[in-house]
């Protein structure tokens, strides 16, 4: 059994003034500007004419190409870019908002400001000074400049980036011209426990509010974000170990692995499958800044999706268990499809009073027909997850052929545990037999009931759920029925006078609008409150357009095994039309034209003729490719290529991109993120890291 836990953050190779001249060390600014000149022209310095770590940084910007004469920054990103840059740095900046808010007024008069950066030197936050932050925006020293040693030269910033090591670097030692009015010093973040580093801090202002102390305070800055996150980092390993060994535990694992937020390793048992597993460091192919939910695409050869358990606490993905199962096991696995859709239900306990324990997703079970990965689905798989274990009632709202039902059966899920499942629509009888249906009979009790009565659809979903499809179709007449029911847990069957207690967890679905049904005077205001505790809205497949994709292979696949018919192949001219389609029937629908194209041709290439006429007569939203591709061109690789068409050819707009690929804003932003495109949309990024 191994176990690696964050040590504290404080490093002995991190000498917080590694790189800062003593008082008596720095010389007058007249002869640090006649070293850089003399630089510049490749003569010899004199000896002390400035430090090694200034000349060493001067060489470096030297060779970078960095040109002596800039007077401001490059601006890395801005606008839509600059919300990817700082959502793809949300712990660094979750990490420092304290920092932050508390500085804020403290240097409100200091004249000078508080910087936070990303890895590569792209300012993410500045607070402070009010009058200091105007002039730093003639230098771009502000959100969305670019200030890395390899593109602006020496600069506290960069160098500490180069360096590894806290630095300050004050007026004419900077290598830049227009930079040489400024004093900053800054320290790097790194990952607690690693060596990794996630950002700089830097304190930043004219050359009069130079002060030697200023390093020390950006290097306890930097400390103190580094121990915010390994605060946070050992809580949570605490309850991945506890969620290990509640499920890995079991004697049926070949081994298990506890992957915290940032996708290391921090603890394993067993044979993992995979050579290349090393405690502390990323699983391969996962990146430090993927979400969790994203790794099951990601996972390396050697691990399958279905091995991966998500782990939640207090509604967040704080790591994951991967449990490979015993060889019999494995072969009898399937690919697991849908296993970034959503898991089964949660099994929650809590572990020894330390507070909520987290919650393991179990492998693929009542979500797994939940297939796709688009954050639309994904946010209501999550909410439905939630409401999984609670026995609550929920409404279920979408439009026609959405999937409710499989959202229903996923929150009810398996009968063993959650009793059973009994579904009934709504709209499909008339009301003498939906009375009838839903509460039971007795013999006689009306024309055509049975002679020896029966039991309704109550009864039979006693200890369980009882699904109640199309719930606005219900007559206006059987609604306060149906209210003292779910109210008072009693039914009575027809015709007869004996109240039976029933214990049943109501689920209703409905693709109409109930607000606007009770302002017709046609649904009870009482019975929506009742059967709407809680609600689920499952989104339109116009909606999720990035599944539209993953569940046409979906089809493709379970079709064919289906109807014993071999696969077909849908090209990138087919999928784009698919996907720009606006799917009135939604899933029900495309399932539906992926069927009829599987039945009707042998040809292995599914054509554009062969598509239904409403798709052929739409515009095509997503732009082909201007040069030829061959067939057997994989989806992400055409879709990819044409985002980052659309992006150069709108000149790093997002919006006009966005337009150009005829689809939202929000959904190119996940695209992007999705295919690590984010630097695409940096205008005069050439030289960005």
Request: proline share 7%.
């Amino acid at each position: 059994m191994h176990h690696d836990a964050y040590p504290s953050p404080s490093p002995g190779s991190r000498d917080p003034v590694a790189l800062s001249p003593g008082p008596s060390e720095r010389l007058n600014e007249r002869q640090t500007l006649d070293a850089w000149e003399r630089f510049l022209m490749g003569e010899p310095l004199a000896p002390m004419a400035v430090s090694k770590s200034v000349l060493s940084s001067w060489q470096r910007s030297q060779r970078s190409g960095v040109e002596a004469r800039t007077r401001l920054a490059p601006l890395a990103a801005s606008g839509d870019a600059l919300e990817l840059l700082r959502r793809r740095n949300r712990d660094l900046m979750w990490a420092a908002q304290g920092l932050f808010m508390g500085s804020a007024h403290l240097l409100a008069r200091s004249g000078s400001i508080l910087l936070l950066t990303d890895p590569h030197g792209v300012v993410l936050e500045v607070a402070g000074d009010l009058k200091t932050l105007e002039t730093a925006e003639q230098i771009r020293l502000v959100a969305g400049g670019n200030w890395h040693e390899g593109v602006v030269g020496t600069n506290g910033i960069g160098t500490a980036l180069a360096t590894r090591l806290p630095a300050q670097v004050h007026a004419a030692e900077h290598f830049c011209e227009g930079i040489k009015g400024w004093t900053c010093a800054a320290a790097p973040v790194f990952m607690p426990g690693t060596e990794q580093i996630i950002g700089v801090v830097d304190i930043s202002g004219p050359p009069k509010t130079f002060q030697i102390n200023n390093l020390v305070l950006a290097t306890a800055a930097a400390r103190q974000i580094e121990s915010v996150l390994a605060e946070r980092a050992s809580r949570e390993h605490v309850h991945l170990l506890e969620a290990s060994i509640r499920l890995g535990g079991r004697g049926d694992a070949l081994a298990t692995m506890v992957l915290d937020r940032g996708a290391r390793l921090i603890h394993s048992t067993g044979t993992p499958p995979c050579d290349d597993l090393r405690m502390g460091r990323c699983l391969p192919g996962l990146d430090a800044g993927l979400q969790v939910e994203e790794w099951a695409r990601r996972l390396p050869e050697c691990l399958r999706p279905e091995w991966l358990h998500p782990v939640r606490i207090e509604g967040a993905t704080i790591g994951a268990l991967v449990i490979v199962p015993q060889p019999a096991r494995v072969a009898g696995a399937g690919a697991g499809v849908a296993a970034a859709a959503g898991r089964a239900a949660p099994a929650r306990a809590h572990a020894g009073g330390r507070g909520p324990a987290a919650a393991i997703e179990p492998q693929p079970g009542a979500f797994a027909p939940l297939v796709g990965r688009s954050k639309a689905l994904l946010a209501a798989v999550e909410r439905a997850r939630q409401l999984s274990g609670r026995r609550v009632p929920v409404l279920i709202q979408g439009e026609t052929g959405v999937g409710k039902e499989l959202f229903a059966r996923a929150i009810h899920g398996d009968d063993e545990r959650s009793g059973p499942f009994v579904p009934f629509n709504c709209g499909a009888s008339t009301k003498a037999l939906i009375g009838a249906e839903l509460f039971g009979h007795v013999r006689g009790a009306f024309t055509g009931a049975t002679n020896e009565g029966r039991p309704g659809r109550f009864e039979l979903a006693h200890g369980g759920t009882l699904c109640l499809d199309e719930i606005g179709e219900l007559p206006l007449d059987l609604q306060p029925v149906l209210l003292r029911a779910l109210e008072e847990g009693v039914v009575y069957r027809l015709g007869e006078a004996k109240p039976r207690r029933v214990d049943v967890r109501v689920l209703a679905m409905t693709n109409r609008d109930l607000l606007g049904e009770i302002e017709a005077g046609r649904f009870r205001r009482d019975l929506y409150h009742r059967i709407g505790v809680t609600r689920v809205l499952v989104p339109a497949l116009r909606e999720r357009e990035s599944d539209v994709e993953c569940l046409t292979d979906h089809f493709n696949h379970s079709l064919s095994r289906r109807h014993g018919v071999p696969m077909r192949e849908f090209g990138p001219e087919v999928l784009a039309l698919l996907s720009a389609y606006a799917w009135p029937g939604n899933v029900r629908e495309l399932r539906n034209v992926v069927e009829s194209l599987l039945l009707t041709s042998d040809d292995p290439v599914v054509g554009v003729l062969e598509l239904p006429p409403e798709l052929l007569q739409q515009p095509l939203a997503v732009p082909q490719p201007s040069r030829p591709q061959s067939a057997t061109t994989s989806l992400e690789e055409s879709e990819r290529a044409t985002i980052v068409r659309a992006v150069q050819d709108a000149h790093g707009n997002l919006a006009q991109a966005a337009r150009a690929l005829g689809i939202s804003r929000s959904t190119l932003y996940r695209k992007l993120e999705r295919y690590q495109l984010e630097d695409i949309v940096r205008p005069g990024d050439e030289g960005a890291p």
